[in-house]
Antibody, heavy 121, light 105 residues
Framework: EVQLVESGGDLVQPGRSLRLSCTTS????????MTWVRQAPGKGLEWVGF??????????EYGASVIGRFTISRDDSKSVAYLQMNSLKTEDTAVYYC????????????WGQGTLVTVSS | IQMTQSPSTLSVSVGDRVTITCRAS??????LAWYQQKPGKAPKLLIY???GLESGVPSRFSGSASGTEFTLTINSLQPDDFATYYC????????FGGGTKVEIK
């Protein structure tokens, strides 16, 4: 059974850093791209970024609002994807979801339950 | 790529036919998915590749495409279908539409 579990969400002050984890099981992690999506309170879904599968180079892409501040990485030995968030802003407050690509395509059936990040002084 | 989704809210009754539209700012071929989201839950995949019905999704849901305009149709809306719906293009990176909340009239 495919499972994705996000963790690491917390209350953090503006300007600080936080790292989220997406711990997975039930599939060969390295063979799949992973995406991070966020949802601010009462708002819609926003793509944060993704990391391609290891056979595809493990390269990353990011949304305009997080470029230069957020970094996605992966540890295939642990089946975990990470979202390193630096220079956090109040507008980064959101529930952060990870999801697994469908094969080599970045839509997803499999999502985690989300983890809440609150940026506030 | 921008995805313009409309309407933002729909007030409907059980049994109604619902149509939600997403327009892409440029060609995305058929690289479009539709999701359903309920409060406090992760999105649920309904449609992929513009018109492919995900396994386990009721057949009252369907997707179609015409150029850069994509449509999600729900025939005979059921009580469980009151939710927010999002389109997502995956032709070039990822973009979500703004969402359509389907609420009870």
């Amino acid at each position: 059974e495919v499972q994705l579990v996000e963790s690491g969400g917390d209350l953090v002050q503006p300007g600080r850093s936080l790292r989220l984890s997406c711990t997975t099981s039930g599939f060969t992690f390295g063979d799949y791209g992973m995406t991070w999506v966020r949802q601010a309170p009462g708002k819609g879904l926003e793509w944060v970024g993704f990391i391609r599968s290891t056979p595809s180079g493990g390269t990353t892409e990011y949304g305009a609002s997080v470029i230069g501040r957020f970094t996605i990485s992966r540890d295939d030995s642990k089946s975990v994807a990470y979202l390193q968030m630096n220079s956090l802003k109040t507008e980064d407050t959101a529930v952060y979801y990870c999801n697994r690509w469908h094969g080599s395509v970045s839509y997803s059936y499999f999502w985690g339950q989300g983890t809440l990040v609150t940026v506030s002084s | 790529i921008q995805m313009t989704q409309s309407p933002s809210t729909l007030s409907v009754s059980v049994g109604d036919r619902v149509t939600i539209t997403c327009r892409a700012s440029q060609s995305i071929t058929s690289s479009l998915a539709w999701y359903q989201q309920k409060p406090g839950k992760a999105p649920k995949l309904l449609i992929y590749k513009a018109s492919g019905l995900e396994s386990g999704v009721p057949s009252r849901f369907s997707g179609s495409a015409s150029g850069t305009e994509f449509t999600l149709t729900i025939n005979s809306l059921q009580p469980d279908d009151f939710a927010t719906y999002y389109c997502q293009q995956y032709h070039n990176l990822v973009t979500f539409g703004g969402g359509t909340k389907v609420e009870i009239k």
